[in-house]
């Protein structure tokens, strides 16, 4: 059970100015497509088109080759998960999970066949008897999964299902979701606001930014290669700088930032203004002489390397480190200075907005 | 979603239809008829005549006193509930919907029996002084009308505000001490501004429902204290059909700019109130020895004035003051058939508050679904419509169905039908609006899930619409079967003998001789039933019943 | 697991249409053996026949032998109003009428013009068994034809009055009412809602403007402050009044109420009768309550036959003891506690000082002068 999903210049206004679109977007056969974007994009608006609560204005939306515009909600064949969970509050949990069954008046036997066998996959399975509000939210989430999976629906869309959740949780329940979609290999558009969410997620991802898709690509792609400046700050390490371009030769550029020299791997006319993000990993900090002087206002230890903010130029730019030495040195430094360069083949030119 | 649109406006339109049949058109169709053709008087000499201006200034003033008398009652009594801890709050602030659910009759009976001749209140001077005459009778006339409008009302008022109390944030009211602000300058500057739209907006309230008030002022009043809409009635019965028009316009003319004026209220209020915030309360024993005494007369005087009436019911049931003597017969001539027997009108009354009260809540539902429509026009039409028929006299509604409705279709001869549409109209206000809350509780995103589930609109409404609007339903429906069974007017007017309720045979008992303790009986029969209701609204919603109010 | 270890969905479709059904088997059983047969219908006022001994088989014993004459159903509707409701209803139902015969219309109330648009005339053939004067007395044009008569006078507690202690009373004038000690201690009828209550105001009126030839506006000023709270709607909760409250000694009723009282005393009645003394004469108001055929009523002829059925002796024989007015028919016999009784004969009726005409143009008048002297 899978769809293939075609949005082709979907568009709505509201009657408060705000828009949505137009959207262009294809989502294969067993994919997981995020729509990634900050409250406000028009991402969860635009899941609600697909789903066909809202419907837009103009474009279309074809599943699996069939335009589906004028199909209601109930039969698109959809199964949908929303933060606020919304598990019927009047069942208990098998009911709740049944509940698409017994509106398709499946047999009975049938039914708890297959309520078993969601519960299982998602180890529910003590809470089938259980009221809503004797769970917790972790268990809500995969209540509401099982019963949007019940019906074996070809489109899983799942509404920021994690929001709500604490941190460790989150990530424990980000690889289930990944785990079962995987193991349906059913088609499915997830919303988040959260990148590190989408990363843990995602087949691909659709970076939304005042209703329009700005850009779109796998993981990977996205973190290495933002086209603009708000996929840079909001996907990528969010390093962004203004430069002049000096000097270009053969793919080597001379920029002068803020007074400072650079150099970037990458094609630019001569004499014009540039924007470009660096990964924070791509920026090395020192107490060398070479670089461009900055300050260090915080170090913050992560998971596998310390985040190191620094003062450049008026602007915060985060660099990752293991140089313990480095950071010796500059926990004793009663100035904070510091040094900082790039790894120039890591530099990404951006796109003008 | 257009289709399935277009079928909701269909199923929403239905009840509309059937409220402009039963209300709209009767009431439409009397009041022109009386205004252009009569018979009786021209709208111009029912003004001009002395009668009809003093009527109309004799509600209005008993109206306003009985406000402003409730106000100044109730709001220490506001005070006491929203500041002061002690036992058995929530027992108490629940039961201040009693009252609301009695019908009038049943109060009647309740003040004639606590305060009227061979009362309790009586029974108790006259042992004190060895009399063995009557000699006090607070339940007549005009103290009697004015106590009955004070005993429905108070509670009202207590119960509005102390909720507007309660969402006074503390912070505002310790800065002010800690600015200086003795007692007086608190509740001037503090209190007071804070209060006041609940005051306005409770006093409104009260304002409309002594307006409209019947049975008591015919019951208590005799003939010397009329009200318009007594005057409506007589005027029917006398056959002055222009006189009860012109008076039933003004009296919706008065109503409707009243309400008008409640719901401005309301509105501004919704927008300043905090809903979520602690209250400052004390304890009693941190009240000063003054403070003590005054709280303590005030709970006395205002308990006996509250319960005594409802207690006085009971009494009611098993004494005769004709013959001064305990007896069950009241009891008896409940189940006794024949003329004056209690079983006809007992079983008349179950019968018609049921299927009105099923026609409440079947109407009720998709009007609460109407009143929250997204269409503004459509939502207002429906709350017009639901809020009419508080503001027509029942009289003018069941003489326009009696016309209008009962006449053509030969309905006249047993008119019972229009006795449960009028009790419908009568509960439909209250089940609608109970029913609206909860559906305003109701989680959009619930319902598109279900949807996403690929429930039907049908699937979707029954498996979960009605089962989460269900507290709203039952509380509604509840109160509907209340109204219902409690209506006089509407029914006095239409039934036949063989029609009867329980409310209009109290009402006849009450005018015969030696028949106290029959009505007596039949109020208790409907102070139970209606306090049943009230447990069961309690148990459903718990505190929240009183937003339906 | 097992099946029964989850509950399961029940059909909604299944719940709604077995309410729905057992709603409407309700209604229609109800409909069902509420619903009228085909039936003569008599429309009469709330007390009509209420007060003999067995009230609730009167109408079976006084009109049984007619249904079976005529194999038809009498339905006597006890409308729960008083005679000017009568003549709302039948207005109200006037596009459609459904009742044949309307019992209870009295002298005054059939001067309205109303009360003659929604009647037919009919004389009946046994209507010689009237005296002709009180034919004239109600309405010589016979929209109505009198079914009982009586006088509408004051009445007193005789433990309370007595010519010991109130000689006036063998004489009793308006005048006397007035003074402070009787003042308080008379209960009357709103004149706009109770035939009693209109026929004493009426009285006043006569006396005041015919006889003394004075403003009759007068006597009720003096006497609003002690009357004003004594005004009840009705016959009925004026008696309740009078008879519950010692200090009340008057009350304007009917003439033949210490029959009523002898009869079930079964001993000397405590209550007498005073009519009004002038010009060394007594005087009381004559109320004649009438029946008519309503106009376009379903089944006139069997209406007529039952008119001139009700003038017969039949019915006539149980007026006395059940409606405690006089009969019309003066064949019959009456019992011998209506000694008791005063009877039109034994006084001048005040009906006529003031002419049909004269009521009929002046009565909204004079309630209006009523209201605004009492109020």
């Known amino acids: 059970m899978m769809v293939h999903i075609e949005l082709e210049n979907m568009k709505r206004v509201f009657r408060d100015g705000t828009r949505i679109g137009p959207i262009n977007l294809t989502v294969d056969d067993g994919e997981l497509v995020t729509l990634l974007g900050p409250s406000g994009s028009g991402k969860t608006t635009t899941l609600r088109m697909i789903a066909g609560f809202i419907r837009p204005e103009t474009g279309i939306l074809r599943f699996d080759g069939e335009d589906v515009l004028d199909i209601p909600p109930r039969e698109r064949g959809i199964g949908m998960v929303f933060q606020s969970t919304s598990l019927f509050p009047n069942m208990n949990v098998f009911q709740n999970i049944s509940f698409a069954l017994d509106m398709a008046e499946w047999e009975r036997k049938d039914v708890i066949d297959r309520v078993e066998e969601l519960a299982h996959l998602l180890d529910i399975e003590r809470l089938l008897a259980r009221r809503i509000d004797e769970i917790s939210g972790g268990e809500a989430q995969r209540v509401a999964l099982a019963r949007a999976l019940a019906i074996r629906p070809r489109l899983l869309l799942l509404d920021e299902p994690l929001s709500a959740l604490d941190a460790q949780l989150k990530e424990r329940l980000q690889f289930e979701v990944k785990r079962i979609q995987r193991h349906l290999g059913i088609t499915t558009i997830y919303v988040t606001h959260a990148q590190s969410e989408a990363f843990a997620v995602s087949d691909r991802i659709a970076v939304l930014n005042d209703g329009i898709i700005v850009q779109e690509g796998t993981p990977e792609e996205l973190y290495d290669k933002p086209k603009t400046e708000f996929v840079a700050r909001f996907v990528g390490g969010g390093n962004v700088f203004k430069g002049r371009v000096i000097e270009s030769i053969d793919g080597r550029l001379q920029v002068e930032v803020a007074d400072e020299i650079v150099e970037l791997q990458g094609e630019a006319e001569e004499g014009i203004e540039i924007v470009f993000t660096i990964k924070p990993e791509d920026i090395v900090c020192s107490l060398s002489d070479t670089g461009v002087p900055v300050k260090v206002l915080s170090i913050i230890p992560q998971i596998g390397a310390y985040k190191v903010i620094l003062q450049f130029n008026g602007t915060e730019v985060d660099s990752l480190t293991n140089d313990m030495e480095f950071l010796r040195a500059i926990r004793l430094s009663d100035d904070k200075s510091a040094r900082m360069r790039f790894k120039t083949s890591e530099a990404v030119i951006l796109e003008r907005e | ?549 | 697991m097992s099946e029964s270890y989850y509950p399961e969905r029940r059909d909604p479709r299944k719940i709604v249409a077995a309410i729905v059904a057992v709603v409407i088997i309700v209604i229609a059983a109800f409909a069902f053996f509420t619903w009228p047969r085909p039936k003569i219908r008599i429309y009469t006022y709330d007390s009509f026949m209420a007060y003999g001994e067995n009230p609730d088989t009167i109408d079976e014993t006084v009109f049984g032998p007619f249904e079976e004459r005529y194999g038809v159903d009498i339905e006597i509707t006890r409308l729960q109003t008083d005679a000017n409701g009568i003549i709302s209803r039948l207005v109200a139902e006037s596009d459609n009428p459904v009742a044949d015969v309307v019992m209870g219309i009295d002298n005054i109330l059939i001067l309205q013009s109303l009360a003659k648009q929604v009647l037919t005339p009919y004389e009946p053939e046994n209507l010689s068994l009237v005296e002709q004067q009180l034919i004239d007395a109600l309405d010589s044009e016979h929209y109505v034809v009198p079914f009982d008569y009586g006088l509408v006078t004051l009445i007193y507690k005789t433990n309370r009055v007595n010519e010991t202690t109130h000689p006036e009373i063998a004489s009793l004038t308006f005048g006397d009412l007035a003074t402070p000690e009787l003042a308080s201690t008379l209960i009357t009828e709103n004149p706009h809602l109770s035939s009693p209550g209109l026929a004493f105001l009426l009285s006043q009126i006569a006396v005041y403007e015919k006889i003394l030839e004075e403003d009759w506006t007068t006597w009720w000023s003096e006497m609003r402050p002690d009357l004003q709270d004594n005004v009840y709607q009705g016959w009925t909760e004026a008696w309740t009044a009078w008879n519950g409250n010692p200090s009340k000694y008057f009350l304007v009723s009917y003439g033949t109420d210490p029959a009523y009282s002898a009869w079930w005393t079964e001993s000397e009645p405590d209550t007498a009768v005073a009519p009004f003394s002038y010009q060394d004469e007594q005087w009381a108001w004559m109320q004649v309550e009438g029946m008519g055929l309503v106009k376009n009523g379903p089944n006139p002829e069997i209406g007529k036959a039952f008119i001139e059925y009700c003038l017969s002796e039949a019915v006539q024989s149980y007026v006395a003891t059940n409606q405690w007015m006089f009969p019309v028919n003066s064949d019959v016999t009456l019992d011998p506690v209506f000694e008791y009784a005063i009877h039109p004969d034994e006084v001048n009726t005040l009906n006529s000082l003031l002419t049909s005409e004269e009521i009929a143009a002046n009565l909204a008048d004079w309630l209006d002068d009523y209201d605004n002297v009492m109020s």
């Not at chain 2, 009759?105 to 060895?130: H, N, P």
């Not at chain 2, 609460?368 to 006299?393: D, H, W």
């Open chain 2, 1 to 549: 979603m257009e289709r399935s649109q277009a079928a909701e406006y269909a199923i929403v339109a239905i009840p509309l239809i059937l409220l402009g049949i039963f209300i709209l058109y009767p009431v439409l169709t009397v009041l022109l008829r009386g205004i252009l053709y009569g018979p009786g008087r021209t709208p111009f000499e029912t003004l001009e005549s002395a009668r009809t201006q003093r009527v109309i200034g004799f509600t209005i003033f008993q109206a306003l006193l009985s406000a402003v008398t409730s106000l100044v009652v109730g709001i220490p009594g506001a005070f006491i509930l929203a500041r002061l801890r002690f036992k058995g709050k929530s027992i108490i602030r629940a039961a201040m919907i009693v009252p609301f659910v009695l019908p009038p009759i049943v109060v009647v009976v309740g003040f004639l029996g606590m305060f009227g001749e061979y009362g309790i209140l009586d029974l108790a001077i006259m042992s004190l002084m060895g009399s063995t005459e009557s000699l006090i009778n607070l339940a007549s006339g005009f103290t009697g009308i004015i106590m009955a409008h004070i005993f429905y009302n108070v509670p009202l008022v207590v119960l509005m505000v102390s909720a507007s109390l309660q969402r006074l944030r503390p912070e505002l009211e310790e800065s002010a001490e800690l600015l200086g602000a003795d007692r007086l300058q608190r509740f001037r500057h503090i209190f007071l501004p804070h209060i006041a739209p609940s005051l306005l907006a409770s006093a409104s309230l009260v304002f409309l429902f002594c307006f409209m008030s019947f049975p008591i002022i015919l019951a208590l009043g005799g003939a010397a204290y009329s009200t318009v809409e007594v005057e409506i009635y007589n005027s029917f019965t006398y056959f002055d059909y222009g006189r009860a028009s012109t008076l039933a316009v003004i009296q919706l003319l008065v109503t409707v700019t009243i309400a008008w004026v409640y719901f401005r209220i309301g509105r501004a209020e919704k927008t300043t109130a905090d809903k979520t915030s602690f209250t400052r309360t004390v304890a009693f024993s941190e009240l000063s020895d003054l403070e003590k005494g005054a709280t303590a007369v005030y709970s006395i005087a205002l308990a006996v004035l509250i319960s005594g009436p409802i207690f006085a019911i009971v009494h009611a049931a098993f004494y005769d003051p004709s013959a001064q003597v305990y007896t069950l017969s009241g009891i008896q001539n409940l189940l006794a058939t024949g003329i004056g027997g209690g079983l006809v009108p007992l079983a008349n009354s179950l019968f018609y508050a049921v299927i009105a009260t099923l026609f409440a809540v079947v109407l009720g539902i998709p009007l609460a679904y109407a009143q929250r429509s997204r269409s503004k026009e459509l939502a207002g039409l429906t709350s017009f419509m639901i809020l009419l028929p508080l503001g027509i006299s029942s009289i003018t509604i069941a003489y326009g169905l009696m016309v209008a409705i009962a006449v053509p279709l030969g309905l006249s001869i047993n008119p019972w039908p229009l006795i449960i549409i009028a009790q419908t109209i009568v509960g439909l206000p209250l089940s609608a609006r109970s029913i609206e809350i909860s559906l305003k509780d109701i989680d959009r995103n619930i319902l598109d899930q279900a949807d996403s589930l690929g429930s039907s609109r049908f699937q979707r409404l029954f498996f979960v619409e009605l089962p989460l609007l269900a507290p709203g339903i039952m509380v509604g429906g509840v109160f509907a079967f209340a109204m219902a069974i409690g209506e006089m007017s509407a029914t006095l007017f239409i039934a036949l003998p063989q029609n009867i309720t329980l409310a209009v045979a109290i009402y006849q008992h009450l005018g015969q001789p030696g028949q106290f303790v029959n009505a007596g009986a039949e109020a208790l029969v409907l102070a139970i039933a209606c306090f049943l209701a009230f447990l069961a609204i309690e148990r459903i919603s718990g505190e929240s019943a009183g937003r339906a109010l």
